[in-house]
């Protein structure tokens, strides 16, 4: 059944606000994977915050036209299933490496971050991204070590004091 005029607007003015907020886009083709196996993946994406999304391609290359992911242009050939990252950039590119591994007939056809293409190959770098909290994780660590390591040294000084007193005692007591 062919989509009207006014239906093609309304899912490429949708699917350019969807590109216009993510922070990354994983696209992928699903030919032969069954329907429940897409049902549990539209869950998980629902979990993680990703929005998946079917367009056509020639819908899809004029809705990400002016966002970020213009660069995935030359890549939408054939079925295309979108995964838009829209809290943690690796979350969908960690999402479709998963469903790939359980689902051999699921491929990604390709990657887009910050403005960059990334071949179908680099899902690792996207999806080792570590997920906000364990970023901010990771930062309290850094900025809090400095702190740390002032408090042992200052905490090492009465040591000392304490270890020198307890030898000058000693060392009274055995010439006594």
Do not use: H, Y
């Not at 999402?95 to 591994?101: C, H, I, Q, R, S």
């Not at 390591?149 to 055995?174: M, S």
């Amino acid at each position: 059944m062919p989509i009207g005029l006014e239906d093609k607007k309304a899912i490429v003015a949708d699917v350019n606000e969807t590109a216009s907020n993510a922070l990354s886009l994983v696209i992928a083709d699903a030919r032969g994977v069954t329907v429940g196996a897409m049902d549990s993946l539209r869950k998980q994406a629902r979990e993680n915050g990703v929005r998946l999304q079917v367009v056509r391609n020639t819908l899809a290359k004029r809705a990400i036209q002016g966002t970020d992911f213009e660069c995935v242009s030359d890549s939408l050939v054939g079925p295309s299933i979108f995964g838009f990252s829209m809290e943690d950039p690796g979350a969908a590119a960690r999402l479709f490496k998963d469903f790939a591994k359980e689902q051999e007939k699921f491929e990604i056809k390709a990657l887009s971050v910050g403005g960059q293409l990334l071949e179908a190959g680099q899902i690792d770098t996207l999806a080792k991204l570590p997920t906000l909290e364990q970023a901010l994780g990771q930062l309290a660590s850094v900025m809090i070590a400095p702190v740390t390591k002032l408090v042992r040294t200052f905490n090492e000084v009465p040591t000392k004091v304490t270890r020198v007193v307890a030898a000058v005692r000693d060392q009274k007591q055995d010439a006594a």
